[in-house]
């Protein structure tokens, strides 16, 4: 089975190359694959990381992180180096998916077993490596993030066989060594460096510079963190040069890593350059190119670099003018058009009904002026944490396991930190609620009695993915099926006051 799977799936090389004719044939290949995974008496799979690496090329990371996963546990106890090097895998393929609160509990427990076993050392510096990857990235907790590169460095220097460390973790001990010390530069990139933290960045891409020479994705990921030091310590015209180099001598293979990395630079440099309409075009070139590739990580890294920059270029306009200005630069249209290109079922055009309905509640229910249009700005953005979904995840057309749900239900977190970073902290909190419920049955805290602002939001999402024709599972549901409904709900999950909203509001859809 898994040759004439990656014969089949060598035709993808990113997530763009799979239409919605292709996709009901690559997701039962990979719900086939993992079903057999799963079965407790069966044989290895061959080549189980060969196809992990492709499921997450073409937008699937979470299901080769599955994949590798089930295969880890089926060495067990029988193979520890092969059930610790399938782990060493799937957490690679997870960390530019979307590692999720309970990925990086999991990640912790395995540290502590690895500290205290000799034969799996090597696992360690790794293991500790994407930890970092998690905190620095995803989560911004740059000290912790610090802690643990710095860790896994001296931890990998104290190896004393190259051979050993390869036989045993798959990966050659070199790379390995690179990948570290490239995460840790990044990392110092992006925060305010005191003197011993600006003469280790120094000494490491001096090192850098020199271990990479050999190896083409290495010394890329070099030159974009050279590029970006140079740009931290205020020497653009080097940066640029950099840039230049780059889009010059980079072969096409990486430019599902070159292309966004490039265009991240060149914002940050034109916006260092107060050139602000570049600055801005490049952020959002570099955005949307990270999210046709599929790479979560990469995307996760320049949507905050954007976010940032928007940020620092509307830190003293007053609220109103400045959502003027997101909508003018193409921040809020950018966001849409993520949406519309990631989910097939819902995207856009959910996003743009929710915000018309909660706009016809709000008018039924005599909201104020300024009630209404921050209403509709949450309304409009109560899915996009969504983007911090992987593609696949969200295009799923098999029922949604437990790690699935706890991607979807991270996206209402996601929505609010992305909201909070434009300084729209009253969008963010009713983006947050938008999926609980006045009884407390739903996520992400399980709150009673959210306020009536997000019960709009709610009760709009709800009845327009309802009666959306591109809904998951089940078919669209007519108006009046889900009126009924609705009604049923009223009180316990609904807010009466918004029902009777809703209820006026949809006479005049």
């Given at each position: 089975m898994p040759k004439p799977i990656l014969a089949y799936l060598e035709q993808f090389r990113t997530p763009a190359d799979i239409n919605r004719h292709h996709f009901t044939r690559v997701a039962e290949i990979i719900e086939n694959l993992l079903s057999i995974a799963r079965e407790k008496r069966r044989e290895p799979i061959p080549d189980a990381i060969t196809i992990a690496r492709k499921f997450r090329d073409i937008g699937a990371p979470m299901e080769a992180y599955k994949l590798l996963k089930a295969e880890s546990d089926y060495y067990g106890d029988n193979n520890s180096i092969e059930k610790w090097r399938c782990r060493f895998f799937a957490y690679g393929v997870v960390n530019i998916g979307h590692p999720t609160e309970s990925i990086r509990l999991e990640l912790e427990a395995h540290v502590r077993v690895l500290r205290k076993s000799d034969q799996l050392m090597c696992f360690l510096p790794l293991f500790l490596n994407f930890i970092g990857n998690i905190e620095h990235v995803y989560k911004e907790r740059y000290d912790r993030a610090e802690q643990l590169y710095s860790d896994a460095q001296q931890l990998i220097k104290k190896i004393t066989?190259?051979?050993?460390?390869?036989?045993?973790?798959?990966?050659?001990?070199?790379?390995a060594v690179n990948m570290i010390m490239n995460n840790y530069v990044e990392l110092l990139t992006h925060i305010d460096r005191n003197k011993l933290q600006d003469k280790d960045l120094v000494t490491m891409l001096r090192v850098l510079a020199r271990r990479t020479r050999q190896n083409e994705y290495g010394h890329l990921l070099f030159r974009i963190n050279m590029a970006r030091a140079d740009i931290s310590r205020g020497d653009l015209?080097?940066?640029?040069?950099?840039?230049?180099?780059?889009?010059?001598?980079?072969?096409?293979?990486?430019?599902?890593?070159?292309?966004?990395?490039?265009?991240?630079?060149?914002?940050?440099?034109?916006?260092?350059?107060?050139?602000?309409?570049?600055?801005?075009r490049y952020a959002l070139d570099a955005f949307s190119n990270s999210a046709y590739y599929g790479n979560s990580l990469e995307e996760t890294d320049i949507l905050f670099t954007l976010l940032n920059i928007f940020k620092e270029?509307?830190?003293?306009?007053?609220?109103?003018?400045?959502?003027?200005?997101?909508?003018?630069?193409?921040?809020?249209?950018?966001?849409?058009?993520i949406l519309s290109y990631k989910d097939w079922h819902l995207g856009a055009e959910h996003s743009i009904n929710v915000a018309h309905l909660a706009r016809l509640i709000t008018e039924q229910?005599?909201?104020?002026?300024?009630?209404?249009?921050?209403?509709?700005?949450?309304?409009?953005?109560?899915d996009v944490g969504k983007i911090m979904i992987p593609w696949y995840t969200l295009n799923k057309v098999t029922p949604l396991d437990d790690l699935d749900w706890e991607l979807f239900r991270d996206h209402t977190i996601e929505g609010c930190r992305i909201l909070k970073k434009l300084g729209l902290d009253a969008e963010a909190e009713i983006v947050l609620r938008h999926h609980e419920r006045i009884?407390?049955?739903?996520?992400?805290?399980?709150?009673?009695?959210?306020?009536?602002?997000?019960?709009?939001?709610?009760?709009?999402?709800?009845?327009?993915?309802?009666?959306?024709?591109?809904?998951?599972?089940?078919?669209a549901k007519s108006t009046r099926e889900m009126v009924s409904e609705i009604e049923r709900k009223e009180g316990h999950r609904f807010h009466p006051t918004v029902v009777k909203g809703l209820k006026k509001a949809i006479s005049f859809l």
């Open positions: 066989s190259k051979n050993k460390f390869k036989s045993t973790t798959g990966l050659d001990y070199d790379l015209t080097n940066a640029s040069a950099i840039v230049d180099e780059i889009i010059k001598y980079t072969p096409d293979k990486y430019s599902r890593h070159s292309l966004p990395a490039v265009n991240k630079i060149k914002a940050l440099i034109h916006t260092e350059k107060g050139e602000i309409t570049e600055g801005v270029l509307s830190k003293d306009i007053k609220k109103n003018a400045k959502i003027d200005f997101f909508r003018n630069s193409g921040l809020i249209d950018a966001f849409i058009r229910l005599h909201f104020s002026e300024s009630n209404k249009q921050l209403i509709n700005l949450a309304s409009l953005l109560h009884d407390g049955s739903g996520y992400p805290h399980g709150i009673t009695n959210p306020s009536i602002k997000a019960q709009i939001i709610a009760l709009s999402d709800v009845f327009d993915a309802a009666t959306s024709t591109g809904r998951r599972y089940r078919d």
